[in-house]
């Protein structure tokens, strides 16, 4: 199988690109800094309709994984919904099959809404923010080409190397500056390990369509935080406040409904607790 990933340098591209280098043939993108350093990665800005389609049509993989993403503005919006376009593209170009990486950020987390959670694969997006809505346009592009698979996942952490809002809190908590740990947002937070293992178990299914892939276990941020500060003995916690969000900008429950990736994957879709536990009896 010769796959080719995109943003390499993310967090989730980290995890992914070692183990996916243990299939076959495997090359990854980065746009400016690259953190694995192997002869197999190649720089491209998404953004670059020509570049990309250069780089796929001369690759030919037979599967493309689009972890590729930003949430930082200006970059934002044309990294997400110009990038996907021209991924898309181009793997249409030569048929590759096309794994997309979405998020439960594009619902809006409301009980009284049409749609409430538990989101299923079937559930509408429903932004709330310009993430969720760029995400969402993502979506869209990636679902008009047959050839694709859409995994909508939650937070993402790894026990060997911080996530970016663990070491986030670090930094503040250290620096004494006030960390607020929202107790009524929930999300089903998945391994890196867990979350890579699926979607190279994807690229070989037969499965089309969206897919949701998390955790098992539904935390709210603060039990998630507090889990993942525990596990890096961050101290010292002085600064730390545990309270309500009200909302607004970021959605309050994004459970998913995970009933069909369970049933579609053999990769187990352990919960933080089970995570934590199995990693310290290794």
Partial sequence: MRLLITGGSSYLGQHLTPLAAATGDVWYTYLHNDPLSQPYGRPLDLRDDTAVHHLITTLRPDVVIHTA????IPD????????????TAAAAAINAR???LSTDSIFNGRHDAPHPPPYDEDAP?????AYGAAKARA??????????VIVRTSLIYGLQQPDHSTSWMAAALRAGKPVTLFTNQLRNPVWAHTLSLACLE???????GILNV??????SRAEFALRLLDWWQIQPRDTLVEGASLGGEWPLDCRLD???????????????DEVLTAVRRI
């Fill in 258 to 272: 995970l009933r069909r990736a369970a049933a579609v994957l053999t990769t187990p879709l352990s919960g933080v």
């Fill in 202 to 208: 994807l690229a070989v299914n037969a499965y089309r």
């Fill in 69 to 72: 993403g930003s949430n930082r």
């Fill in 125 to 129: 997006p429903s932004p709330v923010n």
């Fill in 76 to 87: 934002m919006e044309a990294v997400i919904v110009t990038g996907t376009r021209n991924v």
């Fill in 98 to 100: 096309l794994i997309h």
């Fill in 139 to 148: 979506e869209a592009i990636v679902a008009a080409y047959p050839n694709h």
């Fill in 214 to 219: 998390a955790g098992q276990q539904v935390l």
